[in-house]
């Protein structure tokens, strides 16, 4: 079985460039207030930049922030749905299309936002798909940059797949609301993967339960630290 790793912002590798990037996606699914289990809540670690909703007529519902009623919600989220990548969740705050802000200073190969959201620039995309690495699907940003000639980041679309096993959930965790979906886990201090549900295909993967956490193959890690890609750190996982 291929390990896996939970990678995270190298914040030695991001202060050596000093660059610093301000954005988020401008489009995504409200919050949802449930009358179920009483929470009002929206999620993060879903984002889906290569999505455009500019062809939707509905498209100005997506742009302010906002929690709704679980219908509306509903409703809301059967409209973007055609445009997903089969089996896609959509929770309430997924986000869509490209990220949109201000960045500034110098970038690495690599690059994160509010160390959550992973960029490349061009060429480190190329050399990874040279390096045989699965899956990486990336799209253009919409960065404003103050000083000339600057670099072209593009933004990974990472999305969830697979779990954490149940062995690292406390038993005692209520189960996922019947409704919305919210599931109130706490990131266990020592994560297990559920290996049974790890995707064949890709290097690169969010956890589904858990989608702030982003994981890499034994491939992914080799590739980047082949091609002297720094910015990113690894912490093996056990998947069982």
Known sequence: MSRFFWMQEDKAAA???????????????????????GETWANTGHEYPCVDLAQLPERNEFARPRPEPFSEF????????PLVPP???????????????????EFGPIAWVWGQK??????????????????LQACPTQLRFRQKDPPELLELQIEPHGRLHPDCIPPDEPPPCVT???????RPDAPILDAASLPADLDLFRVGNFSTM?????????????LDLD??????????
Request: with cysteine; hydrophobic share 40%.
């Open 15 to 37: 202060a050596k460039y000093g660059g610093e990037i301000n954005a988020w996606h401008k489009l995504s699914l409200p919050g949802v207030s449930c009358g179920t289990c």
């Open 74 to 81: 509903a409703r809301l989220r059967e409209l973007v749905r």
């Open 87 to 105: 089996g896609a969740e959509l929770p309430p705050g997924t986000g869509f299309g490209p990220l949109v802000g201000r960045a500034m200073g």
């Open 118 to 135: 992973l960029l490349v620039q061009r060429d480190a995309l190329s050399r990874l798909h040279s390096e045989g690495v699965q899956g």
């Open 180 to 186: 919305c979906g919210r599931f109130d886990l706490t």
């Open 214 to 226: 982003i994981i890499g193959t034994e491939r992914f890690m080799e590739a980047v630290r082949r």
């Open 231 to 240: 910015g990113i750190t690894f912490q093996a996982l056990p998947a069982r």
